[in-house]
């Protein structure tokens, strides 16, 4: 059998070709449909008479049912297969996306975003354990990069596309432009949904793509690290104290994120900039730096194998810069460079973030604990969107939410550095084989 360093990288670099870009298109077209309410909010206010606090508790709310059905549907994954249960979510969001074009007030909004959000339950993390059925710890920082730099890069393509979709299309068959923003975005979920069908596979053992021998070989590296994992079942992931530190740490990270995500469209439309297409270019620099920054940054991680201190240190470079943004508000080519900071610290944490549950956890534990995770952490989402109304109460100065968030961020990197032990990383050579 060959067990050679070259055969083993053109195994994982087949695999590579075969996943990542569709994976990459699938999580596009998820963050998409998650946030395009935030471009749409510079247009759907005004038409439907709702207030920026219906807009929070709306945007907010989609992780409410997100987080009871979260967990749910990463074991219905693990127990049904990739490929059906990820066709199900998409096929159905993109359903429920579209829909929310005949929002006509406060309370059809809630419904939609919560209907959403229970539609969308499982796909992050099912994604997250299905690399896991896949690479070794020690590869999976860079894959899992690859993956989250999705949300990066809808930035980069999907803010100029919603801008321009708003620009272009209102009016049109008596649509306003952000009823045709919704619709066209989740129409393109249905499609690829249904593509999953015929294209991904639930496992190694499914793939006719792959030999005999390449099959073996990525098992047996599988097998070789399951080996050092004693919590497998699914009770053992509730019980784990680990499990729950993780779930605090990703809270603070998720208030970073989708606080930034659902308000970064109206800070720079706050610019005076003119267009939804200009807004969307200028969104779109943040996310292009992160798309960068993330990749060099994982590749660092799996490279040493240490995945604390990189989370730290990012996290923490994230919050200064969103701190530094607010204080050079008023110089907006600097206030766009500390965004672009503060999204990368934001953003380019989670690649290194995500390989830590399944560092201790394996098979339907594994599943669970992501799902916990998950589920308990993007609570953040509802908290994120919430925190520049709640500022407002305290303070005039819109900058005042970008503190508040830079101050969580650094809660989440202390967490990491005083309660996430050192044996969580990965040694660089561990699980490969070698010559």
């Not at 229970?118 to 992050?124: D, K, L, N, P, V």
């Not at 204080?327 to 672009?340: E, G």
């Not at 650094?410 to 070698?434: M, R, W, Y």
């Amino acid at each position: 059998m060959k067990t050679d360093e070259s055969f083993e990288a053109k195994t994982y670099s087949k695999v590579d070709r075969r996943l990542i870009p569709f994976l990459f298109l699938c999580y596009i077209l998820a963050y998409l449909d998650r946030v395009n309410v935030g471009f749409a909010k510079l247009q759907m206010l005004k038409d439907l008479s709702l207030s920026d606090a219906v807009f929070a508790i709306g945007a907010g709310i989609f992780f409410i049912g997100y987080f009871f059905f979260e967990v749910p549907s990463n074991i219905l994954l693990k127990k049904l297969g990739a490929r059906t249960w990820i066709a199900r979510i998409m096929i159905s969001w993109g359903i429920i996306s579209s829909l929310t074009l005949f929002v006509k007030g406060e309370w059809s909004f809630y419904a939609m975003r919560c209907l959403l959000g229970i539609a969308e339950a499982g796909f992050f993390p099912g994604i997250i354990f299905y690399l896991t059925l896949w690479y070794p710890s020690k590869l999976r920082s860079t894959r899992t990069a690859w993956f989250v730099s999705a949300i990066a890069f809808s930035g980069v393509i999907g803010n100029p596309l919603s801008g321009w979709i708003m620009d272009m299309l209102s009016g049109k068959m008596g649509l306003a432009g952000w009823q045709w923003l919704f619709l066209i975005e989740g129409i393109l979920s249905v499609i690829v949904g249904i593509w999953v069908i015929f294209y991904l596979n639930s496992g190694i053992e499914e793939s006719n793509w792959l030999n005999a021998e390449e099959k073996k070989l990525l098992t047996r590296n599988l097998e070789a690290e399951d080996k050092h994992k004693h919590e497998v079942r699914v009770m053992d992931a509730f019980k784990s104290g680990k499990v729950y530190v993780l779930c605090a740490i990703y809270f603070t990270l998720m208030i970073g994120l989708y606080g930034i995500a659902f308000w970064l469209p109206t800070i720079i439309k706050a610019f005076g900039i003119k267009g939804y297409l200009g807004v969307g270019l200028i969104t779109a620099i943040p996310y292009g730096v992160t798309v960068i920054g993330m990749i060099l940054l994982s590749r660092s991680s799996d490279r040493t194998g240490e995945r604390r201190l990189h989370y730290v240190f990012n996290v923490t470079a994230g919050g200064i810069g969103l701190i530094l943004s607010g204080v050079f508000a008023a110089n907006h080519v600097l206030s766009v460079i500390f965004l672009s900071i503060g999204t990368l610290g934001v953003i380019g944490s989670m690649p290194v973030f995500w390989p830590l549950p399944s560092a201790f956890l394996a098979g339907t534990a594994a599943a669970a604990g992501i799902g916990i995770v998950n589920s308990v952490g993007n609570l953040g989402g509802y908290v994120g969107p919430n925190v520049p109304r709640w500022a407002r109460y305290f303070s005039k100065d819109p900058s005042v939410a970008l503190y508040v968030i830079a101050g969580i961020l650094f809660v989440g990197a202390l967490l990491t550095l005083f309660f996430i032990p050192k044996s969580l990383n990965v040694k660089p050579d561990a699980f490969l084989n070698k010559k």
